[in-house]
């Protein structure tokens, strides 16, 4: 299935640990079967999705919805969300990494948030 824009994506995800099919680590060449649940990291949550059908042929992004469902959790999309939103306001693009000081401030954050 389609979950990554390409294979060596894919595959380096795999090998990252950051892809489990059905909670255990999957491997990029592991087979995938009907209803499956497969989770992928994205930091902080996973990201879940049913396998509904499998296709025979590689397909374009647009037909991914007809062969898989996001099961995951409102609650975690949200945090994603959130996330998402204050890595982006709270940095400017190329300036590097956080400051210890500055991941102290974005944990407070999002502590508050979550809390």
């Known amino acids: 299935m389609?979950?990554?824009?390409?294979?060596?994506?894919?595959?380096?995800e795999c090998k990252?640990?950051?892809?489990?099919?059905?909670?255990?680590?999957?491997?990029?060449?592991?087979?995938?079967?009907?209803n499956d649940i497969i989770s992928i990291r994205e930091a902080p949550i996973f990201r879940e999705y049913k396998i509904l059908d499998i296709s025979e042929k590689r397909m374009g992004a647009k037909l991914v919805p007809d062969y898989i469902l996001e099961?995951?959790?409102?609650?975690?999309?949200?945090?994603?969300?959130?996330?998402?939103?204050?890595?982006?306001?709270?940095?400017?693009?190329?300036?590097?990494?956080?400051?210890?000081?500055?991941r102290r401030e974005l944990d407070r954050m999002l502590d508050a948030v979550i809390t």
């Open 16 to 34: 990252k640990g950051k892809v489990l099919v059905n909670g255990q680590p999957a491997k990029s060449s592991r087979t995938i079967n009907i």
């Open 71 to 102: 099961i995951t959790n409102e609650n975690n999309l949200e945090m994603l969300k959130l996330t998402k939103l204050a890595n982006k306001h709270n940095r400017q693009q190329g300036t590097g990494r956080p400051t210890k000081k500055d």
């Open 2 to 12: 389609r979950l990554f824009k390409t294979r060596t994506l894919a595959s380096e």
